[in-house]
């Protein structure tokens, strides 16, 4: 009781008192909201006031913005270490905005309106997307880590974070679809049980509002009126409240810091800022089940604090998104054939056929339970694409089992090559890389198209690969090299070009390595016939 007769103190004072600025018009749905809630204020002579000043009314009054349906908000996106230019390009294609790149490598930040915030998901070259809340290129942080950590906790009851809290809540509005599914029960049967996302979108929204009353009867001055006739009116009107069980938002703060001369740790500048958070909005801290993510991210002197906007940490992101990141990267044409032929699991030709369905994808493997895997990943693409009410056709890619240096296509039918080459560690060796990749660059210029091929080829093995390529001089020539962090290790994506040289016109296409020269020696003793030149055209 006393707390709704503070608020209406507040209010009472902010919309009658004439020394008193009047309430910006993103306020006004919160007061109303609050007024319904609220049995002892819900009968307010001023309420009839704020419906009126709710509708078309008077003009647009100044400074406000929050809520507004073109409000402009700052997106970050973390990207894999080196493909950031890639991303930016990526941005500017999709969105028509321009991406500035971060001094903290593996980050982007571009600006959007919350009306176009469906597009932000369209994006395949970035891991995880975060609204920005404020973000300072010249912090100066105290040389002591106990006024330090003290002035973290002060700064987290200064940000603005009405419009970030907004722009998390249209997002989650963006997963209706997706709520409704995770909210269907047993057998395909609704459940009366409210998705958790959608509980906790509605008790973000009663903290955004008392955070925006909070700064009306703070921020702004508001005197106290100790004899106020809404008191009396209040008093006379209540009714008994209603016993409403509120659901409690869990959240955590995850701190990425980056600098030799900071006096704190990350966990220490998490566990001081969140306590802030948690004092400011009443949030409930789980490290797991969160309902929303504050970021804290330090580089040297640049502080960035942004609320996450996805939930896939990035180790679950970098590997389905590095095809379409490095397809951009060899720009595909309608109609080409890309070809993937050590596919894995075929996370690469599979996200490159929904960002580019002009293309007709091979992908192939010679592991047959990688080929299964890769099979299914496609069926469940294409029945989530049906399930979704896509009427485009199927996807374009076929998968096969083979031996990557003889592969059963044409000479000359391959329009670009994208693959993730072994890195000698998980799986083979550096020993056997040293025979594998010449005979697989030969093996891919004989099916790339000779003067307009391209190939584009992640390795971590990179003295062994930059020897392969200079014995391949004849056939591939390096256009550059994107050095990119990969699971912690430093690789690099290789851009190769296609000579016009053709194919068994070379004298690289005389060169098998060790292992081959070997094994040709042994058929010649045994009286066998061998023909060079890779499998027979099918």
Not at 95 to 123: C, M, P, W
Request: with cysteine.
């Amino acid at each position: 009781m006393n707390k709704c007769v503070s608020v209406t103190r507040a209010v009472y004072a902010a919309v009658t008192n004439l020394k008193s600025p009047t309430p910006t018009r993103s306020l006004i749905p919160c007061l109303l909201s609050v007024t319904r809630k609220n049995t002892c204020i819900r009968d307010c002579s001023w309420r009839k006031w704020l419906r009126t000043m709710s509708s078309e009314g008077p003009g647009p009054i100044a400074g406000d913005n929050v809520g507004d349906a073109n409000m402009t908000v700052t997106i970050g996106a973390t990207v894999p270490t080196g493909f950031e230019h890639t991303a930016a390009e990526e941005v500017k294609e999709k969105i028509g905005v321009e991406a500035t790149i971060s001094k903290d490598r593996g980050r982007i930040y571009f600006q959007i309106t919350t009306n176009n915030l469906f597009q932000v998901h369209h994006l395949k070259s970035v891991d995880n997307l975060f609204v920005v809340v404020e973000e300072y290129d010249n912090y100066q942080f105290k040389d002591s880590k106990e006024e330090t950590l003290a002035e973290l906790q002060l700064l987290a009851s200064k940000l603005p974070w009405t419009n970030a809290l907004e722009v998390w809540r249209l997002n989650n509005s963006l997963k209706k679809k997706r709520l409704r599914r995770r909210g269907a029960g047993p057998r395909g049967k609704p459940s009366t049980k409210p998705p958790r996302d959608a509980i906790s979108t509605e008790a973000l929204t009663t903290d955004t509002e008392r955070l925006q009353i909070t700064e009306l009867d703070q921020g702004d001055g508001l005197p106290e009126q100790a004899d106020n006739p809404l008191d009396e009116q209040d008093k006379l009107g209540a009714g008994p409240e209603e016993e409403v069980e509120p659901s409690v938002v869990k959240f955590r703060v995850t701190c990425s810091r980056a600098g030799d001369k900071h006096s704190f740790t990350s966990s220490e500048a998490a566990r001081d800022f969140g306590g802030a958070v948690q004092e400011l909005f009443q949030w409930k801290a789980d490290m797991t089940k969160f309902d929303v993510e504050v970021l804290l991210n330090i580089h040297k002197v640049e502080v960035v604090v942004g609320i996450a906007l996805t939930e896939e940490s990035l180790h679950r992101r970098n590997i389905t998104h590095f095809g379409p990141t490095t397809l951009r990267l060899c720009k595909p044409e309608p109609s080409d054939v890309i070809l993937d032929p050590m596919c894995g699991t075929g996370a690469i030709p599979l996200e490159g056929a929904l960002e580019w369905p002009q293309a007709f994808y091979v992908a192939g493997d010679n592991n047959d339970m990688a080929v299964s895997r890769t099979v299914n990943n496609i069926s469940h693409a294409q029945k989530k694409r049906h399930d979704r009410g896509s009427e485009t056709p199927g996807l374009q890619i076929d998968t096969v089992q083979w031996d990557l240096c003889h592969l059963p296509m044409r000479t000359a039918s391959v329009d670009v090559i994208v693959t993730d080459m072994p890195f000698g560690k998980r799986m083979g060796s550096r020993k056997k890389n040293w025979d594998l990749y010449p005979s697989c660059l030969r093996e891919m210029a004989r099916v790339c198209r000779p003067g307009t091929g391209k190939a584009a080829l992640l390795t971590q093995d990179k003295k062994c690969f930059a020897k392969a390529v200079s014995r391949m001089g004849g056939l591939w020539r390096k256009s550059h090299t994107v050095w990119v962090n990969v699971g912690g290790l430093h690789a690099g994506v290789y851009l190769l070009k296609r000579t016009t040289g053709v194919f068994g016109q070379t004298p690289e296409d005389i060169w098998e390595g060790p292992a081959a020269a070997k094994a040709t020696s042994e058929e010649k003793e045994g009286g066998r016939d061998v023909t060079q030149g890779g499998a027979s055209p099918v």
